[in-house]
């Protein structure tokens, strides 16, 4: 059965950095393109970086520049480095497949920037 596991969230104040990690089973892992999602109160789910099997990758306008998506297929396991974090980069941090369907969303880890 595939299973997400986020971890890394956190408090930072605006400015400031903080590194998420998913692990994920092998087989979508190894197969699919994976993305980071984020859902904040009130809002759609959206994709924010994406990463093919061969390591491409692209971003949303709104952290293009700020956030870099990583993977280590040693440890099937996907990065998301945020830095220079705003206040509106406040959400739930979901990772997935980037094709649908989605397997079974994990619990996510909450990023809250205040200060």
């Known amino acids: 059965q595939v299973q997400l596991v986020e971890s890394g969230g956190g408090l930072v104040q605006p400015g400031g950095s903080l590194r998420l990690s998913c692990a994920a089973s092998?087989?979508?892992?190894?197969?699919?393109?994976m993305g980071w999602y984020r859902q904040a109160p009130g809002n759609q789910r959206e994709l924010v970086a994406g990463?093919?099997?061969?390591?491409?990758?692209n971003y949303a306008d709104s952290v293009k520049g700020r956030f870099t998506i990583s993977r280590d297929k040693a440890r099937n396991t996907v990065y998301l480095q945020m830095n220079s974090l705003k206040p509106e980069d406040t959400a739930v941090y979901y990772c997935?497949?980037?094709?649908?369907?989605?397997?079974?969303w994990g619990q996510g880890t909450q990023v809250t920037v205040s200060s």
């Open positions: 092998g087989t979508i892992f190894n197969i699919y393109a």
């Open positions: 997935n497949k980037v094709a649908t369907p989605r397997a079974p």
């Open positions: 990463i093919t099997r061969g390591g491409n990758t």
